[in-house]
Structure formats: structure tokens, C-alpha cells
């Protein structure tokens, strides 16, 4: 998997938007049938740049992005930044790596809890007649999700998010939020497993680039891999393995 990410640096498809005009993301596209990452100069942080090399990994060693369902494609950049981090506790002072890694893991927990909570709120949003919806019922909707999963008291950070979401975002791609935590789902049991052994954490990742199946279908690519679906009660038992970071 390393060496195909290198395949970037080595093969200068790494492209750094410093200009006025240049476009503030970091993504990955092609041109022609060539991938290039690129990414904005204020994007260049380690977790943007293994997240995106990831979905470049996908890329060379299996197909085209577009042939992963979505779910899979963020498993391939989530799950990839996640190693990454793993990678880091042989690098890094441990004090200083479990700081690190006691942050990230509470973020990637916090983000498929956002996620959950997003989906659930452009589901109403799209089973309603938004005609008939004024900004209060927008604000009253989430308002009440945030009660219904009980996390106000969780983070600050989280109730601003989800009480700003629909006016930063809008409602764009349905059940893309909804997919962020399954990929988050699945890449954390990734990252469990680097914890245990680094090597077949690399291999059950590899496969779900590598070996996709049914047109890039996620649950069945990730069966095929060795994992467990988000859906599987055990999924939840295994992740409880996280707590020992706390």
C-alpha cells in the first residue's frame, strides 16, 4: 500500500494550489486516465494528505473512483489515515503518541455520531414538504435530534456543527452522511486490528481496494476482506476495544 501512495510523490502527481484563485479543497482527480491529488496549501495537513492518498491508492490498484460505491471509497481514505496513525506509536514518544491518538480516536467516534445524526435530519428534511418548512422548524428539527441522541453534553464543538449544518452545507447528496459512518465504522475495525498486528491490518485494507467485487459493492467487498458489516451486532462488541486508548 506504501508503495503505491509513493507512486504520487515519485511520479510528481502531487499538485499545491498557492495561487489567489486556487481552489480551497484537497481531492483527488484525473486527467485523463492519470490521478492527481491536489491539494490547497492550507490543506496540507497529514490527516488531509493520508485521507486523500488513500482514495489515490484505490485508484492505482484497483479502479477508477467512480467504480466504488461511496461508502467504500471514504472506508479507502479513512481507513488509510487511521493506519497512518498506527504507524506514527512506532515513531512517535509514547506520551506523545497517545495524546495524539486519544484525540483522533475521539474525533473519528465523534464524526460517526455527526454523521448518524445528519443523515437522520436530511431524511426528514427530504420525506417533508420543505415548502411548508420555515428556518425555525430547520433549527427545531435539529434541535430535537440533538436531544433524541442525548449529546449536548458530549461537546460543544458537536451541537454547534449539527445547529450549523444545513445552513453551511445545505442538503446536497443524500445518505452521503450516512455513509461516512459506515466507512468510519469500518475503518476503525482497521485500525483495532494495526493495533494487535500492523501487517494484516494492511492486508484487510488492501483488499478493499484491491479485490472490490459486485461493482464495488461495500458490504460485499468488506465481507470478502475479513471484515464485519456496520450492521452486525458483534462490529459493536469489537469496537468496544477502543475504550482501552481512554
Known amino acids: 500500500a506504501g508503495e503505491a501512495m509513493a507512486n504520487a510523490f515519485e511520479n510528481d502527481r502531487i499538485l499545491i494550489g498557492n495561487t489567489d484563485s486556487s481552489y480551497d479543497t484537497a481531492m483527488v482527480c ?36 467512480n467504480y466504488y460505491s461511496y461508502d467504500l471509497r471514504e472506508t479507502h481514505s479513512n481507513a488509510n489515515t ?18 495524539a491518538e486519544l484525540y483522533m480516536v475521539s474525533n473519528w467516534v465523534y464524526q460517526i455520531i455527526l454523521s448518524v445524526i445528519k443523515d437522520e435530519f436530511d431524511e426528514i428534511i427530504y420525506t417533508s414538504d420543505v415548502s411548508t418548512l420555515t428556518l425555525e422548524d430547520f433549527e427545531r428539527i435539529m434541535s430535537e435530534l440533538i436531544d433524541e441522541y442525548d449529546v449536548s453534553d458530549m461537546s460543544n ?6 445547529m450549523t449544518y444545513w445552513r453551511r452545507h445545505g442538503i446536497v447528496y443524500p445518505v452521503s452522511n450516512y455513509c461516512y459512518a ?15 498486528d500492523y501487517a494484516a491490518a494492511i492486508e484487510l485494507y488492501r483488499k478493499t481496494a484491491e479485490e472490490p467485487i459486485y461493482n464495488g459493492d461495500f458490504l460485499s467487498t468488506i465481507v470478502k476482506a475479513g471484515l464485519k458489516t456496520p450492521y452486525d451486532k458483534q462490529t459493536y462488541i469489537e469496537l468496544k476495544k477502543i475504550t482501552k486508548i481512554y
Do not use: W
Open 82 to 99: 487511521m493506519l497512518f496513525y498506527s504507524y506514527l506509536s512506532d515513531i512517535l514518544d509514547s506520551r506523545a503518541f497517545k495524546s
Open 30 to 65: 484525473t486527467v485523463g486516465n492519470v490521478p492527481i491529488c491536489y491539494f490547497h496549501e492550507d490543506r496540507t495537513t497529514l490527516d488531509t494528505m493520508s485521507h486523500e492518498l488513500g482514495h489515490y491508492y484505490a485508484h492505482i490498484v484497483g479502479r477508477d473512483a
Open 182 to 196: 459506515t466507512a468510519n465504522i469500518t475503518s476503525l475495525q482497521i485500525y483495532i486490528k494495526s493495533k494487535d
Open 157 to 162: 464543538n458537536i451541537v454547534n456543527q449539527l
